[in-house]
């Protein structure tokens, strides 16, 4: 598994399991059970029981039992009181949302798009971020979502190989885009003033996460040394260690970005 969200209680999670190809992605719902528990896995001919039994059933008070959810999803977050998920999920060539309770429930439908290579986030209660997979020769895009209403609004793009993660409170963004010399550039960029700061650093977004008690502090994983190429694709290969920054209390910046909107769209239709 390399990558799931839990819910609240830590005792479900929806995580993605790479197959033995190296090539195809699952999506399970899983959750901790004891021992002498076990889940509905449904009736729907899309989803599979796969239990995970433990190494000591004898002595363990839990056991991981799970189902595989249907083909299709492309990015899921949870929400910040982990009682809900969001689901971004391709069907007959169309991007569908879809938020849903955690631990069960039906799933409603919230838009339906032509984009279908998205990440997804959901870091403020009434926010779900959608970025558009860029790459150093494709634009990407950076969107807010209503969880409730489906609206989307654009924040940032069109820039190349955008990659974003967007704070707590949903006032701040670290983002990275692919320079023009084989590198990445890295900036906090501000909401509200459209207005972006060089963060000195240079690192890939995905590689940060932002503050849950400091919701202006932000923490990167950053390369020992800078590795040249074609970003983002070559961050991979790149060996980093940490680093730390504030979003609001900065020293003065080495450099101010601007990124005005552009009058450009691309969302739901």
Known sequence: MYSSVWSKGLNSLIGSILGDD????????ATLL????SISTGTSSNSTSTPVVTSNASTAPYKLQ????????VSYAVSPKMDRVFLFVVQAGQGIGY???FNGGTATEIFNTPVTQVNADWPE????TITTKGSAADNGYLYFVSPKTGAWKKILGPLPGLSTKVSHDAK???ISVSGNASNVLTSIYAISTSTGTDAIIRTLADKCVWGN????MVYCA?????VSGTYPMIGIKARYRPWIRSGKKMPPPAKCISFPPSSSKLGPM
């Open 22 to 29: 190296d090539t195809t992605i699952s999506t399970i719902y």
């Open 34 to 37: 004891p021992q002498n528990s």
């Open 66 to 73: 799970g189902k595989n959810l249907p083909a299709g999803i």
């Open 99 to 101: 938020v849903a309770p």
């Open 125 to 128: 209660q009434n926010t779900i």
């Open 172 to 174: 701040y963004a670290i």
């Open 213 to 216: 008690f400091y919701k202006d």
């Open 222 to 226: 950053v390369p020992f040394q800078p």
